[in-house]
């Protein structure tokens, strides 16, 4: 995916990825975090997160606060400092 791509070359470590839903979504370099659907056609976001900074930085999605097919909530924080950002 070429935003996927970009998003290396600039060292993005979070991507918000809207109207993301092709069949099937991987790369190498990302973790995907998806609302909790059944339905995959009817997702309308997905965030990738660089697999190299997930030792960093701590990425939790939070389908307790909203679980929706257009939405989603995420805490990121520094993982050494233990303190959400």
Known sequence: MQALEQALEK???????????????SHP?????????EEKKTIRVATAVRRDILGQWAVE?????VNNTHVQCLDVWE???EKKA
């Open 11 to 25: 060292k993005a470590g979070i991507v918000c990825l809207q109207e993301p839903y092709l069949g099937s979504l």
């Open 29 to 37: 370099s990302f973790t995907f975090f998806w609302p909790e659907i």
């Open 61 to 65: 999605h939070r389908t307790d606060l």
């Open 79 to 81: 993982r050494h400092r």
